[in-house]
């Protein structure tokens, strides 16, 4: 008898390890174009919205995310796969999303313009979801 109720406390402790990683940093914004426009935005883990109009500035705090932002940002980029997707397919105009760890590394980048099929619904869905939080 003890052993289903074992059985099941050790799956849901094992659920609650394994949940959704947490990264220290989520890097998204567009870029290119003639002008070489560039827009950059970065969330961290604590719900910290930055902006940087250029490559070269230093980021500026746009607002702090709500609980509830940074949950669906990261249930996202759980569904998404972010850290095991292989895309680099970027165009003269092209959209980025990167992901860092702790110490600032980046765990995974992926960036299209022309995504040639290989662009997912649910890294579409990531980003759009991202560019809108960025916008509000």
Do not use: H
């Not at 397919?89 to 999303?97: A, E, L, R």
Request: aromatic share 10%.
């Amino acid at each position: 008898m003890k052993s289903p109720l074992v059985f099941i406390m050790l799956s849901i402790i094992l659920s609650w390890v394994g949940c959704t990683p947490k990264y220290a940093a989520v890097e998204f914004g567009q870029g290119g174009g003639m002008t070489d426009k560039f827009q950059t935005y970065v969330v961290n883990d604590s719900g910290e919205l930055f902006g940087k109009a250029d490559k070269n500035s230093e980021p500026q705090l746009i607002r702090q995310l709500d609980n509830s932002e940074l949950k669906t940002i990261y249930k996202k980029l759980k569904a998404a796969d972010i850290a095991n997707l292989d895309i680099d397919t970027p165009d003269n105009v092209y959209q980025f999303i990167e992901v860092k760890n702790a110490e600032g590394n980046s765990v995974n980048k992926v960036i299209w313009g022309k995504p040639d099929g290989k662009l997912t619904i649910e890294l579409a869905d990531l980003y759009n979801y991202l560019m809108d939080i960025a916008k509000k």
